[in-house]
């Protein structure tokens, strides 16, 4: 997973998302379905924006502590190539680690055939 990232918002952005998440107005349905979009799918697509903009999962979103509420960190957006770049790395990463520990594996049991009177 990629590592967080702090975010700031504009105060514009700011003000739309306050705005998204006040409450509508809702009218019911016959059957209690209702019509319109509640305070929270409004916040959802507010957020949603916003990452898709400023290029973070916007459901990652996590406020800072001792900032404003305009300051926040989430976890950004990878292109195709970004993630197939870190997938890459990744499995080089792990390639290596497994040869370093079947190298000390082998060098561990050869020691143990050398204490038991065997040469390797």
């Not at 975010?7 to 209702?34: F, R």
């Not at 300051?71 to 499995?91: G, I, M, N």
Request: aromatic share 6%; proline share 7%; net charge negative.
């Amino acid at each position: 997973m990629m590592p967080r990232v702090s975010y700031e918002m504009t105060e514009e952005d700011l003000k739309k998302l306050l705005d998204a998440c006040k409450p509508t107005p809702v009218m019911y349905l016959s059957g209690g379905v209702p019509l319109g979009s509640s305070p929270q799918e409004n916040a959802n697509r507010a957020w949603s924006e916003l990452g898709g903009r400023l290029g973070f999962d916007w459901n990652t979103v996590r406020p800072i502590d001792g900032k404003g509420n305009r300051f926040f960190s989430a976890v950004p957006l990878e292109t195709a190539e970004q993630a197939h770049e870190r997938k890459e790395r990744e499995a080089a990463e792990k390639r290596e680690r497994d040869i370093r520990e079947i190298r000390s594996e082998i060098a561990r049991l050869a020691a143990r055939l050398e204490q038991l009177g065997e040469v390797p």
